[in-house]
């Protein structure tokens, strides 16, 4: 049997090796404190599960178009008016099971041999994994802990030449949890206003995980870029509803055809259930978001300030999603070496900075989506390292 050979440029995303990993030392009957794991451990809201059940009831049970059903779309306009001020035809909407096929149908509708393609390093592994498998260039932009994780702008201008097609942008951004505000932002647009010709995949999925009381700086605000933005969105982070497999995307009108297809080709369309959900979502109350929202920024404050208390750990400030990054090189340890030893001998599960770029082997990725309570024990575990 021959496969073909693109499928050897695939690559992974190690943190499910790390849960199957945990999960098997469980099993064996270890006491595993699980910051692996990138996905809120908060259950959906009541509203939302009602509105699933309401769905089943009702008959929602057949195929839906493609890129959606209409009133989610225009849920998901109004909710961009409201939050952004800004103007975004359901037609220029597409709702995917998650937010991950976004960035699959960018990378195949821009990627191809002889192409550049830049993405953020660290970055979530996905972002490189796809642009190998078109057999695109992957041109990582380093974030830099002096930068705070966030973009250098001039680092990212030498990166673009005549052959870069797309630039992946991530704000909030996994793995570091660093967060760039509006100022920021709008120096980065000034910079992607020069090259017309390129196209901007902002994968802006933990928008609304933000601390210190700033407001998201979305890209879809820059009226200027527009014509060549897509913006990777949805309810896993959100609404809790990883599992329920549903996002959304923003795509200029050149390319949301060609997006729409890929759609109809790989799933003919997201859950019907599952829509009808993420409709409650958006309509619904909103004060279970802003509880958790509280409750993660509580959290951010306590790892923060835990993992600095450690000799050998430095750990920097996030300002969004739910990640700390701390810096173990003073441990005299790889990331791997770190994660293997907290994993099997503390029983805390991390993951290692490697498996989010070739720039941060010192760093690992601890995700603060677990109980105040074990946070603390895991950070008391830590500090026997
Ligand atoms: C930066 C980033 N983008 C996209 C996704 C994919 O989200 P979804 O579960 O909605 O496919 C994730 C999930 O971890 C993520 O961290």
């Keep these: 049997m021959q496969v073909s050979k693109r499928l050897f440029s695939l690559e992974t995303e190690s943190a499910f090796a790390i849960l199957a990993k945990a999960k098997k030392l469980e099993l064996e009957g270890k006491d595993i404190i699980n910051l692996g794991i ?38 998901v306009s109004k909710k961009i008016y409201e939050d952004y001020n800004t103007s975004v035809s359901p037609d220029n909407i597409l709702i995917t099971p998650g937010g991950k096929p976004v960035i699959f149908f960018a990378a195949l509708i821009f990627g191809e041999p002889g192409v550049e393609i830049i993405y953020p390093d660290p970055g979530f592994p996905i972002y490189r994994s796809m642009i190998k498998y078109t057999g695109a260039t992957p041109v990582p932009l380093e974030l830099k802990e002096k930068d705070n994780f966030e973009v250098n702008i001039e680092l990212l201008e030498k ?14 951004n996994n793995p570091t949890g660093s967060f760039m505000n509006e100022t920021k932002i709008s120096q980065l647009v000034n910079i992607l206003e020069k090259y017309p010709e390129t196209v901007i995949l902002s994968d802006e999925i933990y928008s609304k995980i933000i601390f210190d009381n700033f407001s998201m700086p979305s890209l879809l605000k820059f009226e200027s870029i527009r014509d060549r ?24 009108n050149k390319i949301i055809d060609f997006a729409n297809k890929l759609c109809v080709n790989d799933h003919s369309c997201p859950s019907s259930i599952s829509q009808y959900a993420g409709l409650e979502a958006l309509i619904g109350p909103q004060d ?11 959290r951010k404050s306590f ?3 835990g993992l600095n208390r450690l ?67 895991a950070i008391y575990r830590l500090s026997k390292i």
């Design 288 to 298: 279970e978001v802003v509880k958790i929202v509280k409750e993660f920024e509580r």
């Design 38 to 75: 990138g996905q809120p451990d908060f259950p959906t809201p009541q509203n939302i599960l009602e509105a699933a059940k309401k769905a089943i009831t009702d008959g929602h049970h057949g195929y839906t178009p493609s890129n959606g059903i209409l009133p989610l779309r225009e849920a």
């Design 303 to 305: 790892v923060h300030n």
């Design 311 to 377: 000799k050998k750990i430095k750990c920097f400030k996030p300002g969004g999603a739910f990640y700390a990054f701390p810096n173990i090189i003073e441990t005299n340890m790889s990331g791997n070496q770190f994660a293997d030893i907290a994993l099997n001998e503390l029983g805390v599960a991390l993951v290692p900075g490697s498996s989010f770029g070739d720039s941060v082997d010192e760093y690992v990725r601890l995700s603060y989506a677990n109980s105040m309570e074990n946070i603390e024990k």
């Design 229 to 252: 933005l897509i913006v990777l969105e949805g309810w896993s982070k959100t609404f809790c509803m990883t599992g329920w497999r549903l996002g959304w995307s923003v795509w200029p």
């Design 159 to 172: 990166l673009i030449t005549n052959k870069t097609r797309l630039i992946i942008l991530n704000n909030p």
